[in-house]
């Protein structure tokens, strides 16, 4: 049976690259079965990338039958993971975030957990020499995903160890970083095809903070005026999304890549006090800036009070 290789529900273009890295890594390098797969449809950067360097999509995996050999990437969290997660045969989890818990494997498994910007960054330095067999296709999708993931190496995520390996890749392929990292960026940025429920969930995760439920959604753009011309319609939506995702309160931050800040939605007094309290701004209005804050990893949710 084929290994299954998935990241996290609304895939991103780390979480979609790292599959499509991985499952090569595993059938060309490793002479084991492997399909990358997806958890949902793509944002229109990952699509971009996997256009430009001519991949083909992931199938979307509707259904995890018990048992199956799975490798997680880009993501630890039981919650952003297929419900019967814990049935399947776990037998690697390659990730860059902070471990959360309730995951459980069948036997002791291969976990790496690295502190670098993104998941594509770990598996480059984990196949070691390997890596200079990837063809032009699987080193444009890894150069892709750190320049996202490092939004263009603005984020405070980013490591030398991103950057070099970035730039390496760049070389290799003739690329130029910022007019490539712009383009994706400019994918990114067209949300006009995404309703306000699914720009709620495009980029998001669940997070726990003192027994209040929030879901943690950011949308990183070049152009922000976009997305805050709807900011009345998406926080109308906020309602629906919270009951259907049984969470207390959805939280908005709208990344600014180029300004390297965020605008934070604020729709009720409970957003108003987490403003307060996280990021100790006072609020007056709707919406609140945030100088510097671009990264939900490093930035929002570790700084998330009530």
């Not at 996290?8 to 490793?30: C, F, M, Q, R, V």
């Not at 750190?146 to 392929?173: C, E, M, Q, V, W």
Request: hydrophobic fraction near 40%.
């Amino acid at each position: 049976m084929s290994v299954q290789v998935f990241g996290h529900k609304s895939p991103d273009t780390d979480s979609t690259g790292s599959s499509i890295i991985w499952a090569w890594y595993l059938n060309e390098i490793k002479g084991i079965s492997a399909q990358a797969r997806l958890l949902g449809e793509l944002n229109t950067e990952a699509s971009f990338v996997l256009n430009r360097w001519s991949l083909e999509k992931p199938t979307i995996l509707t259904k995890l039958v018990d048992n199956t050999p799975v490798i997680i990437v880009d993501t630890n969290n039981p919650a952003e993971l297929p419900e019967n997660i814990n049935a399947a045969d776990i037998t690697a989890i390659i990730d860059h975030h902070k471990l959360v818990g309730g995951l459980e494997t069948k036997v002791p498994i291969d976990i790496t957990v690295r502190p670098l910007a993104c998941t594509a960054t770990i598996m480059y330095d984990m196949m070691r020499q390997d890596a200079y067999q990837m063809p032009e296709p699987i080193k444009g999708v890894t150069l892709s995903c750190i320049l996202s993931d490092t939004l263009g190496f603005r984020s405070p995520t980013t490591t030398h160890y991103d950057r070099d390996i970035a730039n390496k890749l760049a070389s290799d392929l003739g690329i130029d970083i910022p007019s490539y990292a712009s383009e994706m960026f400019q994918a990114k940025s067209d949300i006009s095809a995404f309703s306000d429920v699914e720009l709620l969930r495009m980029d998001s995760k669940k997070y726990e903070v003192e027994h209040t439920k929030f879901r943690v959604s950011v949308l990183e753009t070049t152009v922000p005026k976009i997305v805050l011309d709807r900011k009345d319609s998406l926080m109308a939506s906020m309602c629906d999304v919270a009951a259907e995702d049984d969470v207390d309160q959805v939280l908005l931050f709208v990344i600014d890549i180029l300004r390297k800040e965020a605008t934070f939605l604020v729709p009720n007094s409970l957003v108003k006090n987490v403003a307060k309290k996280s990021f100790g701004v006072d609020v007056s209005g709707d919406t609140v800036i945030l100088p510097g804050i671009m990264s939900r990893k490093k930035q929002i949710i570790p700084n998330l009070k009530l």
